[in-house]
């Protein structure tokens, strides 16, 4: 855990009052598999942000606690950050808050540090720089792209973005979490060797999720994203993915989406569902034995 002491430069403008920083997390992936432009294996993803997040907060105070009351990865980042820029944090309390359940997908530690660093730079009045909350990033975990406030392809182990893709598309979403945890580490070989097997596939995947990205059309880009859950399925299966598959038609959503190391699967609604559908939704996600949620996932 790190002191809020040290010998470092002071704060550069101490802040007056709280100070936050905030980011959102996702809901799985609309993508997951191989790029091929790239030139060594690696796991391309395009993340789904959702309207669910991670706050830090910062309350300057001589009688505040002198630790970091944050997260393991949490507290690394906040001490990358202070040695990068040289600073050593003023007395105060940090506290935290998040939407976002761990272990299932939705980039809860990456959210986590991002809003870490973003309530670090408003605490020392710097320009936000995204080249260093990559940076740390890259020395502490693969990374959703949740530091960015858009759709990204983005190569989630190198942390490069591959091709930005914009804010034009939104969905509705009904989902579930089924049990269980997917440690990605644990499986990357594992899902390189499956992508190695269906590289035409994926490819002609994230090729109709690209065209649907550009022309703004969200049923091509649930289209491509149903099937991306649909290949890993042969991988990492969802227990409740073919009843999702077989009654997305009568329940009116344009496809279903999966947290592809991660526990999550849903519906996707280009239009927001009224209250006769959200009804029939969840009796039917009731009769798999799941409660479930709904939320905004994109922009739009």
Same mark, same amino acid.
């Given at each position: 855990?790190?002191?809020?002491?040290?010998?470092?430069?002071?704060?550069?403008?101490?802040?007056?009052?709280?100070?936050?920083?905030?980011?959102?997390?996702?809901?799985?992936?609309?993508?997951?598999?191989?790029?091929r432009?790239?030139?060594?294996?690696?796991?391309? @993803?395009?993340?789904?942000?959702?309207?669910?997040?991670?706050? /830090?907060?910062?309350?300057?105070?001589?009688?505040?606690?002198?630790?970091?009351?944050?997260?393991?990865?949490?507290?690394?980042?906040?001490?990358?950050?202070?040695e990068?820029?040289?600073?050593?944090?003023?007395?105060?309390?940090?506290?935290?808050?998040?939407?976002?359940?761990?272990? /299932?997908?939705?980039a809860?530690?990456?959210a986590?540090?991002?809003?870490?660093?973003?309530?670090?730079?408003?605490?020392?009045?710097?320009?936000?720089?995204?080249?260093?909350?990559?940076?740390?990033?890259?020395?502490?975990?693969?990374?959703?792209?949740?530091?960015?406030?858009?759709?990204?392809?983005?190569?989630?182990?190198?942390?490069?973005?591959?091709?930005?893709?914009?804010?034009?598309?939104?969905?509705?979403?009904?989902?579930?979490?089924?049990?269980?945890? @997917?440690?990605? #580490?644990?499986?990357?070989?594992?899902?390189?060797?499956?992508?190695?097997?269906?590289?035409?596939?994926?490819?002609?995947?994230?090729?109709?999720?690209?065209?649907?990205?550009?022309?703004?059309?969200? #049923?091509?880009?649930?289209?491509?994203?149903?099937?991306?859950?649909?290949?890993?399925?042969? @991988?990492?299966?969802?227990?409740?993915?073919?009843?999702?598959?077989?009654?997305?038609?009568?329940?009116?959503?344009?496809?279903?989406? @999966?947290?592809?190391? !991660?526990?999550?699967?849903?519906?996707?609604f280009?239009?927001?569902? !009224?209250?006769? /559908?959200?009804?029939?939704?969840?009796?039917?996600?009731?009769?798999?034995?799941?409660?479930?949620?709904?939320a905004?996932?994109?922009?739009?």
């Open positions: 855990m790190l002191t809020l002491a040290g010998e470092a430069r002071e704060a550069r403008h101490p802040p007056n009052g709280t100070v936050s920083g905030v980011c959102h997390g996702t809901l799985g992936e609309l993508y997951q598999g191989p790029l432009e790239s030139t060594e294996p690696d796991i391309a @993803v395009v993340s789904f942000p959702v309207d669910r997040h991670s706050w /830090v907060h910062f309350t300057p105070g001589t009688d505040a606690p002198n630790r970091l009351p944050l997260g393991e990865k949490s507290a690394t980042a906040a001490g990358l950050f202070l990068h820029f040289g600073l050593t944090l003023p007395p105060g309390r940090f506290d935290t808050h998040s939407d976002l359940r761990v272990g /299932v997908g939705m809860s530690s990456t986590d540090i991002v809003a870490t660093l973003r309530c670090l730079f408003r605490t020392f009045a710097l320009p936000y720089d995204p080249d260093v909350v990559v940076g740390i990033l890259a020395a502490i975990e693969r990374a959703d792209s949740v530091f960015l406030d858009e759709f990204a392809l983005h190569l989630s182990g190198r942390h490069r973005v591959i091709r930005r893709l914009g804010t034009d598309i939104g969905f509705h979403t009904a989902y579930i979490t089924e049990p269980g945890t @997917v440690d990605t #580490a644990a499986v990357t070989d594992l899902l390189l060797e499956h992508y190695r097997r269906h590289g035409e596939e994926y490819e002609r995947c994230l090729t109709d999720l690209l065209k649907g990205f550009a022309s703004g059309d969200p #049923a091509a880009v649930a289209r491509a994203a149903t099937t991306s859950a649909a290949l890993s399925q042969e @991988v990492l299966p969802k227990a409740t993915f073919d009843s999702l598959l077989a009654h997305r038609e009568r329940l009116g959503a344009e496809g279903v989406f @999966v947290a592809h190391t !991660g526990c999550l699967i849903g519906f996707l280009s239009c927001r569902p !009224g209250a006769d /559908v959200k009804s029939d939704i969840s009796a039917f996600f009731r009769s798999l034995g799941h409660q479930c949620s709904f905004q996932g994109g922009y739009g």
